[in-house]
Each structure stands twice: as C-alpha cells, then as structure tokens.
C-alpha cells in the first residue's frame, strides 16, 4: 500500500512547519488512519539546518501533547519535492519559493495551508518567529489541518473505492 506523503513546509522549519506536521500525524491518529500517512516537513531555506524547533515552539507543542523536541530543520530535497503527493506551505513566500524550485512539473501538488478555510482567514499562517504569538499560529493550523485531512481523505477513499491507489 503506497502511504499518502505530505510535507509541511515553511521558511526556516523550526516553527511552522514542524508543529503543522505533529499537529497532522495526531489528527491522523485520532481518526485512525495514520498507516495511510507519511508526514513530514521541511524548510525552503538552508539557515536553521540541523537546528532542533525553537524552543517556544517545542513548548507550544508540549502545551498541546504534541512531542518535537527531536526534529532537526532541513532544506527540502529536490527527492523529496518529486515524492510528495501534498506540498502544504505555511505562506505566500514559501510558495513563491517552490513554484520557482518546481517549475510547471507538480504545482498541482503545492498549496497554502490556509486555502483549505476558502479564504475566510489570512492568506499565511502567522510567523512566530516575527510575531512571538505561537499561540495565534496553532489555532491557525488548528482550524486548518483537519480540513486538510478531511480532504485527503475523501480523496483516498474516492481512489480506493476506483481502485487507483
């Protein structure tokens, strides 16, 4: 069974991105259906590589029972652009980023993480980096990612149910 692979991708992958990725596998645990996932995520610059999350972020997560301690920022791979099925960019200059590194091959597979909300919110998750509001950028994905996974999952149903996965 080929696994459905997401990469949360953000500037510098200390913040954003990788409380997006524990936030995703949680929801994907609590819906059961976890073995269907390979979540990770990644940055689009090289500046915090092999940094661990900063460390208001680790304690954002812990607040919410969520364990990041051990993630070390990496640029993402050109590999790892082309295995992706999802490419969930926390904002507007991560996408620019990669629509630049992509060229027209696979732009169907990258997206904002708040289009999902249909624009009811800010076109980017808040950067705390900038903000110091870690809080604001959780709710942000709060309310975003399980309606990422709720469309995943319609998806990997309708594809299973064609027999396409």
Same mark, same amino acid.
């Given at each position: 069974?080929?696994? *459905?692979?997401? *990469?949360? *991708?953000?500037?510098?992958? *200390?913040?954003?991105?990788?409380?997006?990725a524990a936030l995703f596998e949680q929801l994907t645990i609590n819906r059961g259906v976890q073995q269907f996932y390979q979540i990770s995520s990644a940055a689009t610059s090289a500046?915090?590589?092999?940094?661990?999350?900063h460390?208001?972020?680790?304690?954002c997560a812990r607040k919410h029972n969520l364990n990041i301690a051990t993630h070390r920022a990496?640029?993402?791979?050109?590999?790892?652009l082309q295995q992706a099925d999802y490419l969930i960019t926390m904002d507007q200059q991560?996408?620019?980023d990669l629509q630049l590194r992509l060229g027209s091959k696979h732009v169907q597979k990258l997206h904002l993480c708040l289009e999902v909300l249909n624009h009811e919110h800010p076109a980017s998750i808040?950067?705390?980096?900038?903000?110091?509001?870690?809080?604001?950028?959780?709710?942000?994905?709060q309310q975003s990612l399980p309606r990422w996974l709720t469309s995943m999952?319609?998806?990997?149903t309708q594809e299973a149910n064609n027999g396409t996965i």
């Open positions: 069974m080929r696994k *459905i692979n997401v *990469i949360f *991708i953000c500037l510098g992958n *200390i913040c954003r991105s990788p409380l997006a500046t915090e590589t092999g940094n661990p999350p460390l208001k972020a680790q304690a990496h640029r993402v791979t050109d590999q790892e991560n996408l620019a808040a950067d705390p980096w900038y903000t110091n509001n870690f809080t604001l950028t959780y709710q942000q994905l999952e319609q998806q990997r």
